[in-house]
């Protein structure tokens, strides 16, 4: 629980590298979380080149607080996934949401995210950029879309937790109602 409740998105990062070995741990756990059954339609394209990073950076919306975060962290990663897997039966979408990648995707996530934290470093889930833009940078392939990027580096600050809602504002018995 301690990961959980003390893990903060952080944008600010000290000029330290992510050794090999640790970024392996984080992708490893990503690894782990599940997914609909068990497709695991997740893909991480991890940047180091900065001249790559500054591109990505362009993409990103000059009224995203992350945005420097793209540039200043040691690693940027971002994460796709392949459509038509996740939830995708006989050439359809059975269920009413179509977008199980995204569920999948977001539980690959948070298991990175806490992992980092878990190892000392910090992330930060971004999500307001050109999509389709970052997905040329990349080079990815048909049939695949960028859900988010996520900075990752050694924090230069401790941010303190946001106010978190009470759980009988968000917990129903029975029914809603």
Same mark, same amino acid.
């Given at each position: 629980?301690?990961?959980?409740?003390?893990?903060?998105?952080?944008?600010?990062?000290?000029?330290?590298?992510?050794?090999?070995?640790?970024? %392996?741990?984080?992708?490893?756990?990503?690894?782990?979380? =599940?997914?609909?059954?068990? #497709?695991?339609?997740?893909?991480?394209?991890? !940047?180091?080149?900065?001249? $790559?990073? $500054?591109?990505?950076?362009?993409?990103?919306?000059?009224?995203?607080?992350?945005?420097?975060?793209?540039?200043?962290? =040691?690693?940027?990663?971002?994460?796709?996934?392949?459509?038509?897997?996740?939830?995708?039966?006989?050439?359809?979408?059975?269920?009413?949401?179509? %977008?199980?990648?995204?569920?999948?995707?977001?539980?690959? #996530?948070?298991?990175?995210?806490?992992?980092?934290? %878990?190892?000392?470093?910090?992330?930060?889930? !971004?999500?307001?950029?050109?999509?389709?833009?970052?997905?040329?940078? !990349?080079?990815?392939?048909?049939?695949?879309?960028?859900?988010?990027?996520?900075?990752?580096?050694?924090?230069?600050?401790? =941010?303190?937790?946001?106010?978190?809602?009470?759980?009988?504002?968000?917990?129903?018995? %029975?029914?809603?109602?």
């Amino acid at each position: 629980m301690n990961i959980i409740r003390n893990r903060r998105s952080i944008r600010r990062y000290q000029e330290k590298n992510v050794p090999e070995d640790t970024l %392996d741990k984080l992708l490893e756990a990503a690894r782990w979380a =599940p997914s609909w059954a068990n #497709t695991q339609c997740w893909h991480f394209v991890v !940047v180091r080149d900065q001249a $790559k990073k $500054k591109e990505i950076q362009q993409a990103v919306s000059s009224r995203n607080p992350s945005s420097l975060a793209i540039v200043n962290a =040691p690693v940027l990663l971002v994460v796709c996934g392949q459509l038509k897997k996740s939830g995708y039966y006989n050439d359809q979408y059975p269920t009413k949401f179509d %977008d199980w990648f995204m569920y999948d995707l977001g539980l690959a #996530t948070q298991n990175l995210c806490l992992a980092a934290h %878990d190892s000392g470093l910090g992330t930060v889930i !971004v999500g307001l950029f050109d999509h389709d833009k970052v997905g040329e940078i !990349v080079k990815l392939p048909p049939e695949h879309e960028v859900l988010v990027l996520i900075p990752l580096g050694y924090p230069d600050h401790e =941010p303190s937790a946001p106010k978190r809602r009470e759980k009988q504002e968000f917990v129903h018995y %029975d029914s809603f109602a």
